[in-house]
């Protein structure tokens, strides 16, 4: 199954496209779980069971949106390249094992966009799942759901460093800093409220 994804996308020359998916909606799925949390915890006063209601709602639209709208815009563009082969070779590929590839690599970036959006922010919401069975606290599930967010984002950062070749705790401490971002901006509006 991975040498097919892998040959896949190779024809395709879309190697890359699933990777940036994954990267960028697994951060979309953390930042929107910690601004659950954060958002509960400090504007709010939510049970475990509704921050796991909210938090698996937002990600359950997520995870629709991610993979409808990762595959209309995808096979917009597989089409698109299609096209330019077309017209390059002057042939019609309808049918070849090429123009398929094209269009399987649209079908894995919207499952990997949808699929890391779920992954990732389910990791974060982890812990309330823990409190709502009765195994934490709510304040140790907020905490553990805090730290794992923040974790997650720095890792995805210094994936993302690794891929540019940059300096990976820079990288890592950048992706952790839209996440301290976004706790400083819900501590802001919980003074004003």
């Known amino acids: ?51 796991v209601a909210a938090g698996v709602g937002a990600l359950i639209a997520m995870g629709v949106s991610g993979a409808s709208g990762t595959y209309i815009t995808e096979m917009a563009e597989q089409e698109r390249k299609i096209k330019e082969l077309q017209d390059a070779m002057l042939t019609n590929l309808e049918g070849t094992i090429l123009v398929k590839a094209h269009r399987e690599a649209a079908v894995i970036s919207a499952l990997v966009d949808s699929a890391a959006a779920i992954f990732a922010g389910l990791l974060a919401i982890a812990p309330y799942f823990l409190t709502v069975a009765g195994y934490l ?12 967010s923040l974790s997650l984002l720095f890792i995805l950062g210094v994936f993302l460093g690794r891929v540019a070749s940059r300096s990976l ?9 839209i996440g301290c971002l976004t706790l400083l901006f819900l501590l802001l509006l919980n003074l004003i409220l």
């Open 1 to 51: 199954m991975f040498k097919r994804f892998k040959r896949i996308l190779r024809y395709s020359d879309s190697a890359e496209y699933p990777r940036r998916y994954a990267v960028m909606n697994a951060f979309d799925g953390v930042i929107t779980i910690l601004g659950i949390i954060l958002g509960s915890k400090l504007l709010g006063s939510a049970e475990a069971g509704q921050i």
């Open 169 to 177: 705790l820079f990288s890592g401490l950048k992706a952790l800093g």
């Open 137 to 148: 606290s709510e304040m140790t599930a907020f905490y553990s759901s805090l730290i794992i």
